[in-house]
Structure formats: structure tokens, C-alpha cells
């Protein structure tokens, strides 16, 4: 069973910037491709970026290209989610999560998740 720890939400201005963490344990978790989805009040939950395990290949959602960035570092299988330029609208618990498969266009067969951080962005 893998376990996603997230950390690093909190409440920034808008223009700021967070790093958020995703601290992963378990059997095989080299195996896994992570990313990160985020829901914000009454809408639905959406993937924002993700990372191959194998090559470090990422995939961004439009939404936060040019403004976020993941990373990995596989000694201590943890995952970083740089956001610059926050916005009022990424406003958001943001979860972690361990999927089969982080492509060109998304993030699919997610097997494991976090329980969230929430990011507030509010002047």
C-alpha cells in the first residue's frame, strides 16, 4: 500500500508563490508516475500536473502552464508542485496522487491518493 503525504498549502496573496511536497512510501514506488489534481469549491476535481517516473517527461494543465512547476527527487521519492503567480483561481485543496500513467495529455490510473493541502489565495 502507498502512502502520499502532502504538505506546503497555506494562504498566499495573489502573485505569490508556494511549493508544495508530496512525500511518497511504500512497495514499488519508483513504479508510479505522480502528479497532483486540485478541487476547489463547487467544481470539479482537475489534474494539474504530473511527472513520469521513468524519464522525468511532465504534462501541465493550461491552466497553470508558465506558472507551475513539478519536479522529483527520487532519492527521498518526493514531489514538488512550484506555484508562482498565484491566483485568486487556484484557490484549491490540492492532492497528490500515484497513477500508472502521467502522458502528454493527462494523468491516468490513479491507484493511490492524499489526503490534500489546501492553498488559499486571497488578498
Not at 508516475?33 to 511532465?58: L, M, N, Y
Not at 508558465?66 to 514531489?79: E, K
Not at 503567480?85 to 491507484?111: H, I, N, P, Q
Request: with cysteine; aromatic share 8%; hydrophobic share 35%.
Amino acid at each position: 500500500q502507498l502512502q502520499l503525504v502532502e504538505s506546503g498549502g497555506g494562504t498566499v496573496q495573489p502573485g505569490g508563490s508556494l511549493r508544495l511536497s508530496c512525500a511518497a512510501s511504500g512497495p514499488s514506488v519508483d513504479h508510479y508516475d505522480i502528479g497532483w489534481f486540485r478541487q476547489a469549491p463547487g467544481k470539479e476535481r482537475e489534474v494539474v500536473s504530473c511527472i513520469k517516473s521513468a524519464d522525468g517527461t511532465t504534462y501541465y494543465a493550461d491552466s497553470v502552464k508558465g506558472r507551475f512547476s513539478i519536479s522529483r527527487d527520487n532519492a527521498i521519492n518526493t514531489v514538488y508542485l512550484q506555484m508562482n503567480s498565484l491566483k485568486l483561481d487556484d484557490t484549491a485543496v490540492y492532492e497528490c496522487a500515484a497513477a500508472e500513467l502521467c502522458g502528454r495529455t493527462g494523468f491516468y490510473a490513479v491507484d493511490y491518493r492524499g489526503k490534500g493541502t489546501l492553498v488559499t489565495v486571497s488578498s
